[in-house]
T-cell receptor, first 116, second 115 residues
Framework: ETGVTQTPRHLVMGMTNKKSLKCEQH?????MYWYKQSAKKPLELMFV???????ENNSVPSRFSPECPNSSHLFLHLHTLQPEDSALYLC???????????????FGPGTRLTVT | AQKVTQAQTEISVVEKEDVTLDCVYE???????LFWYKQPPSGELVFLIR??????QNEISGRYSWNFQKSTSSFNFTITASQVVDSAVYFC????????????FGKGTKLTVNP
């Protein structure tokens, strides 16, 4: 089983649509992350969850709404997006973080989102 | 604030050449971790290495080697005898302990290995 899976792999949506991205990790990790990767921009961290609790919201617009029902699943709910939100959305997971150190993050294949 | 600079935007080499990808980081924290990731055309970021700030030993893994120098705040990555399959975008990243779990990435270096 691949470590981190994401569905769908490709998504085209209109600005008035509502859709959700799904991420699942099979690594027994405790932390999960959403990143956005746009052309010509560095990878941007969006949200961080540790033991299902959101610990970071990197000033993300409210049209992006994350949900983490358990340590293995992470969703990104999308509504009324703008064309500039078109990007590759990457999910990642890690063993955790804190006093014991920072562990490497393992990434999924990403969802290529196009907003029309 | 943390920052990672990868000054080389694109590098093109011929197969079997050695190539070094540069990474310079900035942080005021004394405890931090450095990473290298590979992103092939398929899009998935592949973890290559993690290094903590207290371990300056260089590391070699097959054709890959990493040179960590705190004195120059650099964490360079060398591929020996490059192969076409090494073609990808390579990202250097930094995270500091004690703050939020925010992995700061460089802009990446696109490596093309030609046959």
């Amino acid at each position: 089983e691949t470590g981190v899976t994401q569905t769908p792999r490709h998504l085209v949506m209109g600005m008035t649509n509502k859709k959700s991205l799904k991420c699942e990790q099979h690594l027994g990790h405790n932390a999960m992350y959403w990143y956005k990767q746009s052309a010509k921009k560095p990878l941007e961290l969006m949200f961080v969850y540790n033991f299902k609790e959101q610990t970071e919201n990197n000033s993300v617009p409210s049209r992006f709404s994350p949900e983490c029902p358990n340590s293995s699943h992470l969703f990104l709910h999308l509504h009324t997006l703008q064309p500039e939100d078109s990007a590759l959305y990457l999910c990642a997971s890690s063993q955790g973080f804190g006093a014991s150190g920072s562990y490497e993050q393992y990434f999924g294949p990403g969802t290529r989102l196009t907003v029309t | 604030a943390q920052k990672v600079t990868q000054a080389q935007t694109e590098i093109s080499v011929v197969e079997k050449e050695d190539v070094t990808l540069d990474c310079v980081y900035e942080t005021r924290d004394t405890t931090y971790y450095l990473f290298w990731y590979k992103q092939p055309p398929s899009g998935e970021l592949v973890f290559l290495i993690r290094r903590n700030s207290f371990d300056e030993q260089n590391e070699i893994s097959g054709r890959y080697s990493w040179n960590f120098q705190k004195s120059t705040s650099s964490f360079n990555f060398t591929i020996t005898a490059s192969q076409v399959v090494d073609s990808a975008v390579y990202f250097c990243a930094l995270i500091t302990q004690g703050g939020s779990e925010k992995l700061v990435f460089g802009k990446g270096t696109k490596l093309t290995v030609n046959p």
